[in-house]
C-alpha cells in the first residue's frame, strides 16, 4: 500500500528551497532560510545533492558557482569542504540534509527533492538515495521525498517504503530540458506513477491543465504544484492544485 502525504502537506504552503531573500542574508537552501520559514508556519521544500564522499548536501545546483563561493561540481568536494564553503548572500556553509533535518525536527512538514544525479532521468542512480534514506532513518515529523527520476522515486520506495514519495512532473517542452526529445515526451506522460507507488506529483503550474493531472487527481493522487511567484498565480493554481510551492512572496496560510 503506497504511503500517503500528512494533511498537513495539503494545508501549509511550501517555501520553494526554504524562504530565502539573500537582500536579508537568507540564500536558498540555508539554514537561515529554512528558519525563516518555521518562523511564519511555512513548510520547506529542499533540494539535496551528493558530496564526493557521498553525503547528501541540501544545495539545489549541479555546480557551486551561482549559489556559493566557489566553483565546480557539488560532487566533486567532500562533505566538509561544502560545509566550510559560504553561501553567496549568505554566512554560513552549505548544510547537510541530516544538519538540516534536525534543525526542522517535525515542527513543520519537509518535501525532500532528490536531484537527478543521472544527467538523462536513467537509471544511474543510488548513492544520493542510499544518503537520503538513511538521513530519514529515525526522523519524526511529516516529510515526503520526490524526483524529476521516476528510478529515483522507485529506489526510495525500495530503501523507505513508509515515506511518502512524488514525481516532479513538467510538459518537458525539449528547448528547455537537456533531454532527448523522445526522454521528454515519454516523462511528459507521467507514466511511472503507479510503477513507483507514488502519491502525489509537484507539477509545473504552468502546465497544470494537462489532461493526465486531472486523470491523476480523479484517482486520488494529491497535485502539488512548482513554483508560484505571486499571489495572482497561486490564486489561478489552485483551481487544480492542493497546494503551492511558493518564492518571492509570503503566500497566505489557507483559513
Known sequence: MRPRLDPVFLTTPLAHRALHDVTDGRPENSRAAILAAIARGYGIEIDVQLSADSAAM??????????AEGSGAVRARTASVLAQTTLRGGSEGIPSLPEVLALVAGRVPVLIEIKDQDGAMGDQIGPLEAATANALQDYVGPVAVMSFNPHS???MAELCPDIPRGLVTSGYDPGEWPLSQATCEALRAIPDYDRVEAS???HDAADLSRPRVAELKAAGANI?????KSPEAEAEARKVAQNVTF????AAHPG
Open 224 to 228: 502539488l504544484c512548482w513554483t508560484i
Open 200 to 202: 502525489f506529483v509537484s
Open 58 to 67: 541540501v544545495f539545489h545546483d549541479y555546480a557551486l558557482d551561482r549559489l
Open 153 to 155: 522515486v522507485a529506489r
Open 247 to 250: 518564492e518571492g512572496y509570503l
